[in-house]
DNA sequence: CGTGTTGTCAAACACCGTTCGAGAGACTCG
DNA sequence: CGAGTCTCTCGAACGGTGTTTGACAACACG
């Protein structure tokens, strides 16, 4: 190539690009910020679900590049972590009433797995996690200023706390599978439930005669009514340890 | 563990197996077997935990590749099914004593998460499963025998099973990951823990003065304690509903 | 003998989380 | 005005993953 020829006709600078090679659009894409990545996260965790969660769709999701997302997150479990934080500040607190604690406890037990099944898959997150920041300190305080006026003990008040979430995270958790592990068989969940139930009640009489009564007992009642009763035997359990009689 | 420990009650020997559990075929003489299967997967998991189980991994302990274990499992998912199931098979339940039983479901409490604990990460197979084989029936009428005789609601009992799987499976879950998740930052989790008090004393006296006086308490106690709480206080609960005077 | 049936497995498929290194763009300093 | 540095992006690649496919071997039965 002659590169000292004069060529002023081959002088491209100031032309535009042609289209087809524009690299990207400059900014049509918002920038990509912690808090940008974490709300791609939580959407595309809320449409396809925990599977279809990667690092690669969150990136899509974006408009971006799988790769560009680490350089503002460690790890897929810190995003994940991030998500879970985020979704747990949903929750609201009502000013805490002693008179009515065990209906306060109650309600946000029912609060706490309602958000945990809004937003799909996130009790998947939940388990083994604890909120690590502000939350976990209001929520704390939240309990004492509504526990200890009943005279239950602080060692057990602080104990409920973890109790408490890993008993919401589990429910919650169990729920989101919604019964895919139960159909080891091709059957759908609820044939194959009767088909238990049936081998229940085909036990030996001798040996099983309470299981044979209780088959249809034990998956009874839909979520909500096995949800309560755990709440409630906490609850009970918990009013064993208050020294100031119910209200 | 002591196998040979007489336990008449918990014989499955001559139950019929449950239809959805019937092998495909008895197999003649096969080196590869669903036994051997579940056997190697289980080694495996013992020796390289959750993330080292991988199909080909448990082919290779097994002297074959891994596309032949589909031969004779679904999936991966129908294999860690069996394997949580054999882990439960090592469960020992005692003859059910109605005028001890809160000390009997302390116990078996307590032997549920050593089982868990004792073979590596199998707590977090367990999450959201549940026997389905005779294993079930036979806890299921041990509760019973255990707990009718104290006046306690069948519906109370029914769901109890739930509850009690749900909590030591989700508290021994929760240890198996051992604070891995803790370690957000480069910390090893009891520094990282040590945050995170100091964090609490940190905070505006006239808002939080209960959390920044509990902080401590709230992290303090060895997991054996944290698990005696929660299941001293299902049994406190479960205590509101006997009609029969303890003993 | 042929013809199934049962069991094995290498290769391939479509993903995954994560790392690397080249680069673009913006800022600061001499 | 460079030159240098720092922040940020991302294509490509690495070493895995669960699962499917199709070819193939060994045996059973008529």
Chains 1, 2 share one sequence.
């Not at 209001?138 to 003990?153: N, R």
């Not at 919401?168 to 609820?190: K, M, N, R, T, Y």
Request: charged share 25%; net charge negative; no cysteine.
């Amino acid at each position: 190539m002659a590169a000292d020829t004069p060529q002023p006709w081959r002088d491209i600078e100031g032309l535009p690009e042609p289209p087809w090679r524009v690299a990207r659009k400059p900014s049509s894409r918002a920038p990509l910020t912690r808090q940008a990545i974490v709300d791609a996260a939580l959407r595309v965790l809320d449409s396809d679900g925990m599977d279809g969660l990667s690092m690669r769709r969150v990136g899509e999701e974006l408009g971006a590049g799988a790769a560009s997302i680490y350089w503002h997150v460690r790890n897929k479990d810190e995003l994940l972590q991030l998500v879970f934080e985020r979704v747990m500040e949903e929750a609201e607190l009502p000013p805490p009433d002693p008179s009515r604690w065990q209906e306060q406890l109650g309600t946000l037990a029912v609060q706490m797995r309602a958000i945990l099944n809004r937003h799909r898959d996130v009790a998947r997150i939940s388990l083994g996690r604890a909120p690590t920041g502000p939350t976990v300190a209001v929520f704390t305080e939240w309990m004492f200023t509504l526990l200890k006026p009943v005279g239950i003990p602080d060692k057990v008040i602080a104990y409920l706390g973890d109790l408490f979430g890993l008993y919401v995270g589990a429910f919650a958790f169990e729920e989101s599978l919604g019964g895919e592990v139960l159909d080891i068989q091709g059957q759908p969940p609820e044939q194959f439930l009767e088909m238990i139930k049936d081998y229940m009640r085909s036990l030996p009489e001798d040996r099983f005669p309470y299981t044979r009564q209780a088959a249809d007992l034990i998956f009874a009642g839909d979520r909500d009514d096995r949800y309560a009763f755990g709440v409630d035997l906490m609850i009970r359990g918990l009013q064993t340890f208050a020294t100031e009689p119910p209200a």
